[in-house]
């Protein structure tokens, strides 16, 4: 059957996309059973108990809407952070929200600035709002700041995407190298600093609010899906000023978030003692992926998320065959899409029983692939 007549030319133009292929695809389509999740960087390490139990409580209300006002969270993000319940807008996870600060400054044409195999989500709200997409590659595994400076001048943009720490490569930038990125911006070009890996990074690596919190032009993308356990939950939130943080509410879906979800993100955030626990964990985890990495005549790349990019010193196609071969196995990882950075294979971090899986598949796949 055809499609309607009447969708616009944009959308009959771009094609259905996912940028992400699923575990639960793959199973689908190969016919294979994934034994060791450790490819989305997810937390196999799970939500605290304290969270599930809460997330149970609230399941019996679940035909209430949540607040569409997100204020008791606004407020808990507030007491955390030690900021204002008004420098806070909250959404359906970190997609959610990039698709709504695409929203608020692309118009079809307009240039957006962004690094060359960087997070394809943020690329995929680009195009849906008919965008073009001007990419600097990256330079020693990392975003090159410098670049994407040059191209924001080059291009007049009015928008610009950077992750610190990154997805896919785990690398990063220290605060200050961000800091005097975010000052020399033109006013015009509002900076998305994706910080969703900002619990796993070392010391130094994230500026204090106070350093960026009044900028007009940044916005700061967080998320419980990580270090939090809270993937599946989808919450996020935006650190901005309080006059960008009020434009989300001409744009969202008032009741996108999920009663249960809120309740999650509330625990969560009273639970400190758990999150400490958890990126002890992650650190182990990101020790012995490097262990079995370097087992096996892989380089692992220094990390401040909760995966480890592994470069396979070869090209995408052999990192291709790893990844396909420790499928075969039931392990999920995945890779970077574009060259020279699909070379690597990025795996997360899991519990032992992953870590022995993934140990005891990978010398088989460099076997069996040569």
């Known amino acids: 059957m055809p499609s309607f007549a009447r969708f616009t030319p944009l959308l009959s133009s771009l094609p259905a996309t996912v940028p992400f292929v699923g575990p639960e695809a793959i199973e689908r389509n190969r016919g294979l059973r994934v034994?060791?999740?450790?490819?989305?960087?997810?937390?196999?390490f799970g939500p605290a108990p304290s969270v599930v139990a809460a997330m149970a409580e609230a399941a019996s209300n679940t035909w209430h809407y949540s607040d569409p006002e997100n204020f008791e969270l606004k407020q808990a993000l507030a007491a955390h952070l030690g900021c204002s319940p008004t420098?806070?807008?909250?959404?359906e996870g970190i997609d959610a929200?990039?698709?709504?600060?695409v929203r608020m400054i692309?118009?079809?044409?307009?240039?957006?600035?962004?690094?060359l195999g960087a997070y394809p989500t943020f690329n995929f709200h680009v195009a849906g709002y008919g965008g073009r997409l001007v990419t600097a590659p990256y330079v020693q595994d990392r975003e090159d700041l410098a670049g994407l400076f040059e191209l924001v001048k080059r291009e007049n943009a009015p928008l610009v995407y950077f992750a610190n720490p990154d997805n896919p490569m785990g690398s990063w930038w220290n605060a200050d190298a961000v800091v005097e990125f975010a000052e020399a911006l033109p006013e015009t070009c509002l900076l998305i600093l994706d910080?969703?890996?900002?619990?796993?990074?070392?010391?130094?690596t994230t500026p204090a609010l106070s350093r960026l919190i009044d900028r007009p032009n940044v916005m700061r993308t967080r998320t419980l899906s990580k270090a939090y356990g809270l993937a599946g939950a989808r919450v996020g939130y935006v650190i901005t000023t309080p006059e960008n943080a009020q434009a989300f509410d001409k744009i969202r879906n008032h009741f996108g978030m999920a009663r249960i979800s809120v309740a999650g993100a509330l625990a969560a955030l009273k639970d400190q003692a758990y999150l400490t626990d958890v990126l002890q964990k992650i650190s182990a985890s990101r020790d012995a992926i490097s262990d079995i990495a370097r087992a096996n005549g892989l380089l692992p790349l220094v990390s401040a998320t909760n995966f480890v990019a592994i470069d396979c010193c070869r090209d995408g196609v052999y990192a291709r065959a790893i990844v396909d071969g420790l499928m075969e196995h039931g392990v999920?990882?995945?890779m970077p899409g574009v060259a020279p950075l699909n070379r690597c294979?990025?795996?997360?971090?899991?519990?032992?029983?992953?870590?022995?899986?993934?140990?005891e598949a990978l010398p088989q796949v460099l076997k069996t692939i040569g």
């Open 35 to 44: 034994r060791a999740r450790i490819g989305a960087n997810e937390s196999g």
């Open 87 to 91: 420098n806070i807008a909250v959404g």
């Open 97 to 101: 929200l990039l698709g709504h600060i």
């Open 106 to 115: 692309i118009e079809p044409g307009m240039p957006v600035v962004t690094s």
């Open 195 to 204: 910080e969703a890996y900002c619990e796993t990074a070392p010391d130094g």
């Open 332 to 334: 999920f990882i995945r």
């Open 345 to 359: 294979i990025r795996i997360s971090t899991g519990l032992p029983q992953d870590m022995a899986l993934l140990a």
